[in-house]
């Protein structure tokens, strides 16, 4: 505290700077702000790298189970036709049932 006329006045710390003090401080705020930016950026890059890649593993697993369901359903067709050229009676009579019941459910709605 100082007394200039007799009053008691207090000193605040940090007020007795001038903005020439608060330029270099702005400077560092800048810069920071800057470096920040760039970091996000870094950031985001990274992060789509890993989506890409990430991506390009699920599209390879689907292409994948893709496959092997495309194999079993050839599977169950060719299964299907040996069975419907062995006993075509029992298919035609077993194809008439699924019709029938089929006919029947649609008929209540």
Known sequence: MST???TMTAKRPGMAHSSHSTKPAMDRIGTQAKEAGKDLQE???TAVDALQEKFGE???T???YYEQGKGKFS???RSFEKFVKE???KSVLIAAAAGWLF???WMRR
């Open 4 to 6: 200039h006329d007799g």
């Open 43 to 45: 950031m985001g890059g």
């Open 62 to 64: 689907a292409t994948e």
């Open 75 to 77: 599977e169950v067709e």
């Open 87 to 89: 006993q075509p009676l």
């Open 103 to 105: 006919g029947r459910f």
């Open 58 to 60: 699920l599209r390879d």
